[in-house]
């Protein structure tokens, strides 16, 4: 019987979170932790040899059915701290669903994989972008909606929404994330946000100036501008911070890294999670992380996408 093995990264989004929710753009990369899960066909439904409701994981369940292979067990293993804001639960999304598809002998199609676990992950959470799935399956830098398609991957429409996620050269900058070890969920810091944005006018704006911002940050990128990236990220931390998705611990670790850094924010949903700092002073930036209560790593980009192997036993 074969034994599936897959890993898939996590990421951190440089510009444009919340706001791509709505079909805004937004660029993200994917890091050098992973998600690893290994898959076979069982007697019963097990995950990490617990067996289970497969009800009690909606993503596993969605995925299992499309794919019309049950009974099964995983084991799982995560190296991306969860609810930190850096897609861990799009990294195991993507590497099920390429788990199934190599069980069923299917060839690894990214683009299908990306689709589908987006589709997990919406069925899981109700609301949400493709940003995280898509750049897991990927690997490496991704944008949505840039006006540069030369690179497109591929194009994902969901209700009123179409994201067009075309790969992307990361140039050599150097990231630290700093996670806050607060937990914060996505689903509702979204919500938060939608409700805003219907309620207020105001709200619109912002969502709207996140949007315009990320488009300069793709241009800074291209030219390699990392005092202009850097401004345009601390602007869209202000601007997450005005949308309500910010916290105390990720305002500390924001202001503690700037001094160092050419520019500071939080990275994903927010609400505690992680910020990133981009800065020639990584060291100087983990040991202030550090000092204010977080947990700082150095991000290493170019990292692969999705992999899968398989044994036979
Ligand atoms: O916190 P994470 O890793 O789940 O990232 C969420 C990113 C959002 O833009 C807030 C939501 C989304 O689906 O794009």
Redo the contacts with the bound molecule.
């Keep these: 019987m074969n034994t599936i093995s897959a890993s898939a990264p996590g990421?951190f989004?440089i510009l444009g979170?919340?706001a791509?929710?709505y079909g805004k753009p937004?660029i993200a990369v994917a890091i050098n932790r992973r998600f690893y899960i290994t898959v076979r066909k069982d007697e019963d439904y097990k995950i990490n040899n617990d067996v289970i409701d497969e009800r009690s994981s909606p993503h596993i369940r969605y995925i299992a059915d499309k794919n019309n292979l049950k009974p099964f067990s995983v084991q799982m293993e995560s190296k991306i701290p969860t609810g930190s804001?850096?897609?861990?639960?799009?990294a195991l999304s993507v590497a099920f669903s390429a788990a199934m598809r190599a069980l069923n002998d299917l060839p690894i199609d990214r683009e299908t994989i990306a689709k589908e676990a987006f589709e997990a992950e919406y069925f899981s959470q109700g609301?949400?972008?493709p940003?995280?799935t898509s750049v897991s399956t990927n690997g490496g830098g991704i944008t949505l909606n840039s006006p540069d398609e030369s690179n497109i991957l591929w194009k994902i429409t969901k209700n009123e929404h179409t994201w067009n996620i075309s790969g992307m050269d990361v140039p050599q900058m150097t990231f630290v994330i700093g996670n806050t070890g607060v937990r914060a969920a996505?689903g509702p810091?979204?919500e938060r946000v939608r409700k805003y944005k219907d309620s207020n006018r105001f709200a619109s704006d912002i969502v709207n100036e996140i949007g315009a911002i990320t488009l300069e940050g793709m241009k800074a990128l291209k030219a390699n501008d990392v005092v202009g990236l850097g401004n345009l990220m601390t602007k869209n931390h202000k601007l997450l911070s005005i949308l309500g998705v910010s916290s105390n611990e990720l305002n500390k670790l924001v202001n503690a890294s700037l001094p160092y850094s050419y520019g500071a924010k939080l990275t994903?949903?927010g609400g505690g999670?992680s910020m990133i700092a981009l800065t020639d002073q990584p060291e100087k930036v983990s040991a202030a992380i550090t000092s204010r209560g977080g947990i700082p790593f150095i991000v290493k980009t170019g990292v692969e996408g999705v992999k899968t192997t398989i044994k036979d036993e």
């Design positions: 990421k989004v979170e919340h791509v929710v937004a804001g850096l897609g861990s639960s799009a609301r949400g972008s940003m995280d996505t810091l979204v994903g949903a999670g």
